[in-house]
């Protein structure tokens, strides 16, 4: 199985277990998870866990261990972080940047396209 689908499975479980109703879209070379519409987080293809945080926390966030920023088009996307494996490799620590997601959703942008 790749690496990303072991990292996939792994949110898929932790947010089952806190019931969390999300659903999985392919996206940015991975896979996305969605809460309400919108990215909480995901697994790319280089097993990078793919973070939603809140912006105003990003630059204390930035300053973990095997965190940098999201670029997507040469463009750095505020409130998205990428997480090498290294940092979120156990339960606690995939836990722990789960809940930063889970905390922001709420006052995140809708990744809903509007017709």
């Known amino acids: 199985m790749e690496n990303k689908l072991i990292t996939a499975a792994r949110i898929a479980d932790a947010l089952t ?3 969390i109703v999300y659903e999985e ?3 940015f070379g991975g896979i996305c998870f969605l809460v ?3 990215i909480l987080a995901g697994a790319n293809r280089d097993n990078k866990l793919l ?3 809140d912006p105003e926390e990003e ?3 930035l300053t973990r261990e095997g965190t ?3 670029v997507h088009g040469n463009r750095p996307m505020s409130g998205f972080m990428y997480v090498e494996e290294a940092a979120y490799e156990s339960d606690a620590d995939l836990d722990f940047w789960l809940e930063k997601c889970l905390a922001y ?3 995140a942008k809708s990744s809903k ?3």
């Open 36 to 38: 309400n519409d919108k």
């Open 68 to 70: 940098s920023m999201m």
């Open 25 to 27: 879209k392919k996206m």
């Open 113 to 115: 396209k509007k017709k």
């Open 51 to 53: 973070t939603r945080i």
């Open 105 to 107: 959703n709420p006052k």
């Open 17 to 19: 277990a806190k019931g």
């Open 59 to 61: 630059t204390e966030l």
